[in-house]
């Protein structure tokens, strides 16, 4: 099992910049990938960048060149430039590849005002 716990949500304007922590309960380096998602109202919840053991990114088309996903030890870090409205978002931290299924924190809200 993982334990996941989100922080650094906020409210930002246009522009702005954020960075999101996840702290895991065990090193990442065990945990085949990690992801961020987010879920906007109304909306399903979406894949935005994950990471996997050996370093290897990914990242949605939406944040491509905008976003970065990094870890270190414990902590899987979202940072978030050129923030856009539509990004307005809850965001989860998720541990995948695991034969018992995927793990989820509860989330940090981020709200980009216009």
């Known amino acids: 099992q993982v334990q996941l716990v989100e922080s650094g949500g906020g409210l930002v304007q246009t522009g702005g910049s954020l960075r999101l922590s996840c702290v895991a309960s065990?090193?990442?380096?065990?945990?085949?990938?990690m992801a961020w998602h987010r879920q906007a109202p109304g909306k399903e919840r979406e894949l935005v960048a994950s990471?996997?053991?050996?370093?290897t990114t990914r990242y949605a088309d939406a944040v491509r060149g905008r976003f970065t996903i990094s870890g270190d030890d414990v902590m899987v870090y979202l940072q978030m430039n050129s923030l856009k409205p539509e990004d307005t978002a809850t965001y989860y931290c998720a541990a995948w590849g695991f034969a018992s299924g995927t793990y989820w924190g509860k989330g940090t809200q981020v709200t980009v005002s216009s």
């Open positions: 065990r090193s990442i380096i065990s945990i085949p990938r």
């Open positions: 990471i996997t053991s050996t370093g």
